[in-house]
């Protein structure tokens, strides 16, 4: 009797280890999906805006030097001083340009004496017309000599073309120069004046048609500054391969320097429809290129996308999306392409 009480238990036993492992097996079926959490992607019409970085400059800046050669007598200002328009800057010795004033001053009373008798004696059938014409040209040669030396002495004084401020002193007193070399280096400081010389790669300059708004920030200060594109240039530099934009800044407050470093991003005006999704439900990203996880029908569907721009936690994306598709947002690290999911809250 106690035999077959034990070997009953041990069949009851048995019975209920073989419900646990099937139990346990159909468990591990139904596992097989994986739990994600998915977001509804949304359209919008946005401009990707161009980024970029420049220099602060004036839109009046000028490297100024005398018209003639020789050496500088005094320079009146150094670098930092605020200089008026017409205020004078810089002299040259004009021992030598004086000179040239007396001989072409001499020169221009003998021919008109010449000139004079010429006329004098034509008058009493001596001399030929053809000598008359010619003491006039003479004459008028003599004048013109002369008007170019006084326009030489006036420009033995460098004058300042604009209110602002001397950046550089490139030459001192005592030195001698030639025509045309660059003495000072002066910047206008006028609110208007300010400007932000940047480069752009051709796939932004083509974006841009000038007049675009942008947003600057500068290191110095928290604030953002707003300007609009100026100029766009029509040829690449030389040496960046880079088209050479200025952004106007507009009107402000602030205490500002030739020189200062400026973030610039620039807003074309021809916007793109796009597709927002988080930034998170990107994988495998490579310059513009990456994936998503969508779902469809109970299955992970790998989709290939090209980035516009990332802006905070959102990524907007030009095609590989529609808009209102069911983007996995967690949960994609696990996922192959048509694994099963399952979506929970």
């Not at 220099?55 to 150094?78: P, Q």
């Not at 002495?153 to 209110?163: A, E, G, V, W």
């Not at 006028?190 to 947003?215: P, S």
Request: glycine share 8%.
């Amino acid at each position: 009797m106690k035999t077959t009480i034990q070997i009953g238990i041990s069949i009851l036993l048995l019975a209920v280890t073989l419900g646990c492992k099937e139990e346990k097996k159909k468990a591990e079926v139904t596992d097989n999906t994986i739990p994600v959490k998915i977001i509804s992607s949304s359209s919008l019409n946005q401009a990707q805006a161009v980024e970029t970085s420049g220099l602060l400059g004036s839109e009046n800046e000028a490297r100024l030097s005398f018209k003639v050669g020789g050496i500088i007598k005094d320079i009146l200002v150094k670098e930092g001083d605020k200089v008026r328009r017409g205020q004078v800057l810089a002299t040259l010795n004009t021992t030598e340009v004086n000179a040239q004033m007396g001989q072409a001053e001499e020169n221009f009373l003998k021919a008109k004496r010449d000139a004079q008798r010429i006329q004098n004696l034509y008058r009493d059938s001596v001399a030929t017309k053809e000598q008359v014409e010619n003491s006039i040209t003479t004459l008028n040669l003599a004048e013109k000599q002369l008007d170019i030396v006084k326009f030489n002495l006036s420009q033995s004084k460098i004058i300042s073309t604009t209110d602002g401020v001397v950046i550089q002193k490139l030459q001192n007193a005592g030195e001698q120069v030639q025509g045309g070399t660059a003495v000072l280096f002066i910047s206008g400081t006028g609110n208007q004046d300010w400007v932000i010389k940047c480069g752009l790669t051709d796939k932004d300059w083509a974006r841009l048609k000038g007049g675009e708004k942008a947003d600057i920030t500068f290191d110095a200060y928290p604030q953002t500054f707003t300007g609009n594109v100026k100029t766009l240039a029509q040829g690449s530099d030389a040496v960046s391969g880079l088209y050479q934009a200025e952004i106007h800044l507009n009107k402000h407050g602030a205490k500002l320097a030739n020189g200062l470093f400026a973030k610039v991003s620039i807003y074309p005006k021809e916007k793109s429809s796009m597709v927002s999704i988080p930034v998170d439900a990107l994988i495998e990203g490579e310059n513009d290129s990456a994936f998503v996880f969508v779902a469809q029908n109970n299955k992970a569907v790998r989709k290939s996308v090209k980035i516009a721009y990332l802006e905070g936690d959102k990524a907007f994306i030009l095609s590989g999306v529609a808009s209102g598709a069911q983007v996995i947002r967690e949960g994609s690290a696990y996922l192959a392409d048509g694994a099963s999911i399952k979506i929970v809250q």
